[in-house]
């Protein structure tokens, strides 16, 4: 089952606010990966993080995988309106070698004008 | 990255039917997982293809319900057999590159409901 605690569940924001979303675990991670679900179309990396203590950026997106390796956070920029959607967190455990991924609930995000 | 397809779309189907979903990536990988989506919840790991061996299924999910091919390392197929309401489901593929990155690639999904 689910080992990744998603949080905030949702989130309603103004446009041009920043957004903090995170992942919490009870287990050590590998890989933590951060991807964003438009309606209707599949998850889309947004980014990629592998060592303890990483911060990693993609534009206005900046990531972190905690020191612990046992949590990763998600910062969003000045918020625009194509931000709507929703974010999963996800990682890949250490016990496995296939690379399976465990994938939080997601945090629904609404951006409005 | 890849892209990858995904056919058909989206689908109703009758219950008792079933179902062949195909998933195609432009380059040739080495590992190709199946995920269930249903409505308003995450992503949920059916199985992992790989090519030239049975795929292996995650608990709650069985070979004679959800029959997987990977026939070669650029094409998978997963059906979904005799269907029911609770089938209906956003079903995707995800593909992992050939490497030391465990980073999955998603195809579009295809929307399934049966009625």
């Known amino acids: 089952g689910q080992q990744l605690n998603q949080s905030p569940q949702s989130m309603f924001i103004q446009e041009g606010e920043d957004v903090s979303m995170n992942c919490t675990s009870s287990s050590i991670f590998n890989t ?10 599949g998850p889309v990396l947004l980014i990629a993080l592998y060592k303890a203590g990483e911060l990693t950026s993609n534009g206005r997106l900046t990531a972190q995988f905690g020191i612990t390796r046992k949590d990763s956070f998600l910062n969003i920029s000045a918020s625009i309106p194509s931000d709507v959607g929703i ?16 994938f939080g609930a997601g945090t629904q995000v609404v951006v409005t004008p | 990255s890849a892209v990858i397809s995904q056919k058909p779309s989206r689908d109703i189907c009758q219950r008792g039917t079933s179902l062949t979903i195909q998933c195609q990536v432009d380059s040739q990988v080495t590992m190709m997982f199946w995920y269930r989506q249903q409505p308003g919840q995450s992503l949920t790991l059916i199985a992992t293809a790989n090519q030239g061996s049975e795929a292996t299924y995650e608990s709650g999910f ?19 057999s005799n269907m029911s309401p609770e089938d209906s489901s956003i079903y995707l593929c995800s593909v992992r590159l050939q490497g030391a990155t465990y980073e999955q690639y998603f195809g579009p999904g295809t929307r399934l409901t049966v009625t």
């Not at chain 1, 974010?87 to 465990?102: I, N, V």
């Not at chain 2, 959800?66 to 650029?74: G, K, M, V, Y």
């Open chain 1, 32 to 41: 933590w990966l951060w991807y964003k679900q438009d309606p209707g179309e």
């Open chain 1, 87 to 102: 974010y999963f967190c996800a990682g890949q455990l250490t016990t496995d070698s296939w690379g399976k991924l465990q």
């Open chain 2, 62 to 80: 069985v070979i004679d319900k959800f029959p997987i091919s990977r026939p070669n390392l650029t094409f998978s197929t997963l059906t979904v």
